[in-house]
C-alpha cells in the first residue's frame, strides 16, 4: 500500500498500531528535559515490545525453541539480507509450514504484529500463498486442484488472513480446506469416470 501523503502513512500506522493493542499517549511536561525523560521511556517501552518482552505470556505455548527462532526473525526486520523488511518473518514463516507446525505459523503471525504493528497487514497477505504452497508440498494437493477449489471458494484467502490470528482454529481451517480439495476432487475423477465409454 502507497500512502500519498504523510498524514495518511503516519494515520495508517497509528491505525495498525491501535489494531494489535499499542496506546498512543499524549502529555505536556513542563521543562524539555521532563519531555526526554518522556521520549526515553516511550523508546524502552518499543524496544521491550520489540524484544518481545512478556509476549509469550500473551501467545500461549511457544516453546522457547520457537519463541527464539521467532526473536530472531523479527530481530532482522529491516535487514538488507531481504528485499522487504519482514523478509526474516516471511523466510520462517515458511520454514515452520515445512515443519507441519501450523500453530507456531500463527504465533509467529501474531508476535510480530505485536511487535512490529505496521507490517502486521503485509506479513498477512503473505499468509494465503504460503498456504498454498504448504498444501501442495506437505498435503499433496496437485496445483490444478488447488486453483480449481480456490476460484470456486472466493472467501478461502479471508478466512485464512482471519484465522491465523487464532492458532488451534488456524489448523483447522488449513485442515478443513485440505480435506475440502480432496473431497471435491474425487467427486470431480468419480464423475469422470462414470462419463467416459467403456
Request: no cysteine; proline share 5%; net charge negative.
Amino acid at each position: 500500500m502507497v500512502d500519498r501523503t504523510v498524514v495518511a502513512r503516519v494515520k495508517r500506522q497509528r491505525e495498525y498500531r491501535a489494531a494489535e493493542g499499542w496506546e498512543q499517549v499524549t502529555v505536556w511536561v513542563p521543562t524539555e528535559a521532563d519531555a526526554e525523560d518522556i521520549r526515553k521511556l516511550a523508546r524502552e517501552r518499543r524496544e521491550r515490545a520489540e524484544a518481545l518482552q512478556g509476549l509469550s505470556q500473551e501467545v500461549k505455548i511457544v516453546s522457547p525453541e520457537t519463541e527464539a527462532r521467532i526473536a530472531a526473525a523479527i530481530a532482522e526486520h529491516g535487514s538488507a539480507a531481504y528485499n522487504t523488511p519482514s523478509g526474516a518473518v516471511l523466510d520462517l514463516m515458511t520454514q515452520l509450514a515445512a515443519e507441519d507446525d501450523l500453530p507456531s505459523f500463527s504465533r509467529a503471525v501474531i508476535i510480530l504484529a505485536r511487535a512490529k504493528p505496521a507490517n502486521a497487514a503485509f506479513v498477512t497477505a503473505a499468509v494465503p500463498p504460503k498456504v498454498s504452497n504448504f498444501l501442495i508440498r506437505h498435503r499433496s494437493i496437485s496445483p490444478a486442484a488447488l486453483m480449481t477449489w480456490t476460484n470456486e471458494h472466493s472467501g478461502w484467502a479471508d478466512e485464512l488472513k482471519e484465522a491465523v490470528r487464532k492458532p488451534d482454529q488456524f489448523e483447522r481451517v488449513v485442515e478443513a480446506m485440505v480435506e475440502a480439495i480432496k473431497r471435491e476432487t474425487s467427486n470431480i475423477d468419480a464423475t469422470m469416470e462414470v462419463s467416459e465409454p467403456n
